[in-house]
């Protein structure tokens, strides 16, 4: 070996064992595996790495720099097709694209020209390899570090050359290690390249101790992608925190696992780890609603076989029965965690809602967008603040003067206002009904109609028992979906749910209300005509459960319209065709809840310093019922929240990533009412 400190890498530096095939690829005699498969050219590589962590749509959303992590740099592939996005990226944000950080550690590194023959095959990328080599054959070879930089510093390559396990010991994102511990100071990493030879072919690298050194490097909701399945792969991520999913992937290994970071044991803050289960066979749902749909379908789709409890005699006979519903987010003029909520829950919305349709199933809907207006001094001056806080895309939500409203909604609108294009309506029976219809078609459901659930109780394996109709059925997890009747049922009378009773009125539709194409929210709401009516609506009452239909509420409904909207078309109450009263599901915090079910009187004795200190350090995982779940609280707008809130109790009992990142979960999680109690003195 040539003993200079500087030194270009020549053949002689070259990896011995390594060999070129007949197409020109590279492979290890060492471990007996090819570099890559170039059955697709670089489409595995993609498909695992690039899309299994999102890099392509996060380079050109972040707001912050994207740091990754990789074992096995090799040939570079992953990372030359990282660089590949980050200049389309570049190219479409110019000067405000973030920077970023690429660690990688590589225990038997190939030389400038293993590397530059590689890649020759893919010719597309020749400038930037051609760049990495110049670079590359500078470096120090005795050196165990090496950095390169590329477009002007906005992308630094750090290239380790260890054993992966040592590598990233070497590495903090703590200032205090870094300094009295000689460690390299770097950023949280935000996605893992898990690349490498598989454990049958290279046994050192996959261990515990590497996966430990995975966790205490990961920012929280990291994302992680690898071609390896093993079972001690999968083992090894779950227990320091990450959460899996196994997909297909194109190419001789044909799966893949994708993960998050997403249970940080160390964070001190135990009350927000959630308990992970193995995907069950068979669950039992309470509810009968757009909640207990949502979720049921999703089930389905796992091949989960659901009983589905309803206490009505057909489904979809609560909240979920009116005839026309519109989906719209809840947005404020500056993002906070309720907003941020509902815009990611709408967008999930849309595509659960389309993906349907998709499917050939059929419900009444219209995306008309909905036009909130600003019919009143106090709307006016919100409307100014939303254009000058500018927090919202646009497609989602933006500002539209009383000319535009009144092309968008069909008849003259003397308002500005707010419009949502991509919002809309649905009959909300209709849908739920042809949802359970889809579920049932798998053959994963059973509807179980009158069965009104009196009690639950637990056996000693963790099952539980559901008693209602002089029986006992037998269930090995439950999730409750019950609206306004969940908190009638122990124990999620530990939950400070409450119902709000509201009324709306069923318009007959005339000449000119029949030309409206909008959904209009003013005080209230106004649909457009569907099946001979509109929805107007609707009333607010807390903690009533009286369903029974009031004269006066109808008045309500039609004073309420207006006065909001005066020089709208007129009706009486001679054009009421029906009226209908249900009962909304709330929580104190007007966020929904979706999670497993907290052992609330136990939460003291765990949590009590917080009372002290809500910053206190503790890593004690929170008490919960096993396999006890609770999806409820979606108040006025389950139509935009179900969706979500069902990909995140999936996630729960399948031991899945988690579509919302850690903040937004304790946000939802039934144990948050315990947690701010207890840090407010107030626990009791």
């Not at 390299?184 to 030879?197: C, V």
Request: aromatic share 10%.
């Amino acid at each position: 070996m040539n003993n200079k400190k500087t030194s270009s890498i020549s053949a002689s530096l070259n990896n011995d064992n390594v060999t070129f095939q007949q197409n020109g690829s590279p492979f290890s005699q060492q471990f007996d595996d090819i570099y890559f498969d170039t059955q697709f050219g670089y489409g595995q590589s993609e498909d695992v790495f690039i899309k299994g962590n999102d890099i392509a749509d996060r380079l050109l959303t972040n707001e912050q720099a994207l740091v990754i992590g990789e074992t096995g740099f090799g040939t570079g592939l992953n990372f030359f097709l990282t660089l590949n996005h980050f200049m389309k990226a570049k190219a479409i944000h110019q000067q405000s694209i973030k920077p970023l950080t690429y660690i990688s550690v590589e225990k038997y590194p190939l030389s400038g020209e293993q590397i530059e023959q590689s890649l020759s095959l893919f010719p597309e990328f020749s400038p930037i390899v051609a760049e990495f080599i110049a670079q590359y054959r500078q470096r120090n070879i005795e050196a165990s570090t090496l950095e390169l930089s590329f477009f002007d510093g906005l992308v630094q390559l750090v290239l380790i050359f260890d054993d992966a396990t040592q590598g990233f010991e070497k590495l903090t994102s703590n200032v205090k290690q870094a300094k009295h511990q000689n460690k390299r100071l770097t950023s949280p990493i935000n996605a893992w390249y898990l690349d490498g030879f598989s454990p049958a072919k290279n046994p050192e690298m996959w261990n515990d101790d590497l996966f430990k050194q995975l966790a205490r490097l990961s920012k929280d909701d990291a994302t992680l992608a690898t071609f390896t399945v093993a079972g001690l792969v999968k083992r090894g991520l779950i227990n320091v925190g990450f959460r899996l999913s196994q997909t297909e992937a194109i190419g001789r290994k044909n799966k893949s696992i994708s993960a998050k970071y997403q249970q940080n044991r160390n964070a001190g803050k135990g009350y927000v780890l959630r308990p992970h289960h193995v995907k069950p066979t068979r669950v039992a749902v309470i509810g009968s609603g757009i909640a207990a749909a949502s979720l049921v379908y999703k089930l389905t789709k796992e091949n989960i076989r659901v009983n589905l409890y309803c206490q009505d005699e057909h489904l979809a006979q609560g909240g979920s029965s009116n005839a026309i519903g519109a989906v719209y987010p809840l947005l404020h003029q500056d993002r906070d965690d309720i907003s941020d909520f509902y815009h990611q829950a709408f967008v999930c919305a849309l595509g659960f809602y389309q993906s349907l349709t998709d499917e050939g199933i059929n419900y009444p809907h219209q995306w008309c967008g909905v036009l909130d207006l600003a019919f009143k001094p106090a709307l006016v001056e919100r409307l100014k603040r939303f254009d000058d806080i500018n927090a919202w895309p646009k497609d989602i939500i933006h500002s539209i003067d009383a000319k535009q409203a009144s092309e968008i909604a069909g008849i003259p609108i003397e308002h500005d206002g707010l419009y949502m294009p991509k919002a809309g309506w649905v009959a909300p029976q209709k849908l739920v009904k042809a949802i359970f219809q889809a579920a049932d078609d798998t053959g994963f459901l059973k509807v179980k109609t009158s069965c009104h659930i009196t009690k639950l109780t637990q056996v000693a394996n963790g099952h539980w028992r559901l008693h209602h109709n002089n029986k006992v059925d037998n269930a090995e997890q439950v999730i409750m979906c019950g609206g306004a009747q969940s908190n009638l049922i122990a124990p999620f009378d530990e939950l400070p749910l409450y119902p709000v009773r509201g009324q709306i009125s069923s318009m007959y539709t005339n000449n000119d209300i029949g030309k409206l194409s909008t959904v209009i929210c003013h005080k209230g709401y106004l649909t457009p005509e569907n099946d001979g009516i509109h929805c107007i609506g609707a009333t607010f009452d807390k903690d009533e459960r009286n369903i029974e239909v009031r004269e006066q509420d109808d008045l309500y409904n039609l004073t309420m319209y207006q006065r909001s909207l005066p020089n709208f078309p007129k009706w009486t109450t001679n054009d009421i065709k029906a009226s209908k009263a249900r009962l909304r599901c709330m929580t104190p915090d007007h966020m929904p809840i979706a999670g497993p079910m907290p052992k609330t009187d136990e939460y003291y004795q765990h949590y009590q310093h917080l009372e002290k200190d809500k910053n206190w350090s503790i890593n004690t995982p929170a008490p919960y019922y096993e396999n006890l779940f609770v999806m409820s609280g979606l108040g006025a707008r389950g139509l935009c929240s179900a969706p979500l809130l069902a990909d995140i109790i999936v996630a729960d009992i399948c031991g899945t990533p988690y579509p919302v990142d850690s903040k937004m979960r304790f946000n939802l999680a039934p144990n948050r009412f315990a947690i701010k109690d207890i840090i407010k003195g107030k626990f009791k």
